[in-house]
């Protein structure tokens, strides 16, 4: 912990959110002399204080205490290149086009890259209509089951939730070529061209 980082960046999200020291002092209820302390890295703010600087200034904890907030590695707006944080305690999946500071049922999650399906492993495709139609002979029990499809081209992301113990049965419109990303519960996260 650096207070001169966090002080820095301390008054840069105030003067982004267009506070001043005193009323930034009001919110967290310490005095104005001790957010100028904080500021100049003359001081650092008590840690119990950290949640609710975090919260208002609509940063993550972790970013605020080390004074920097690192920008995502831009990937050229390509979204094959997409990463997928799944949650395993409640199966929320989101998704970030670069590496992002992502948690969920108070777990930190990792991005996920998929990787590639073996020919065993690949879901069917068929064409119908101007849509890709996609099925599979993969289990779809409440213990083993696929989570997701989706299709992934350069500028866009389709993504079909799957539920235990339907079939997984998906049309997904087809907008170019692309790859077709899926998760199984148990095996992680595949993907296919199509």
Partial sequence: MDPVKTGALIKSLRVEKG??????ADLVGVSDKAVSKWETGNGFP???IFPRLAELFGVDSERLLAGEMDPGNQTGGNMKKT?????PVCGNILTAMTEASVS???KKLEGQSPKKAEPGERLNVEMIENDYFVTTDHPMTKEHYITFAALLTGDSLILR???PEWDLQT???RI?????VWACNQHGLFYQLV
């Fill in 19 to 24: 506070l001043t020291q005193n009323q930034l």
């Fill in 46 to 48: 008590d840690l119990s």
């Fill in 83 to 87: 990463k997928f944080y799944i949650c």
């Fill in 104 to 106: 969920c049922c108070g």
């Fill in 161 to 163: 939730k799957q539920y």
């Fill in 171 to 173: 049309r997904l419109p």
């Fill in 176 to 180: 170019g070529r692309g790859m077709l």
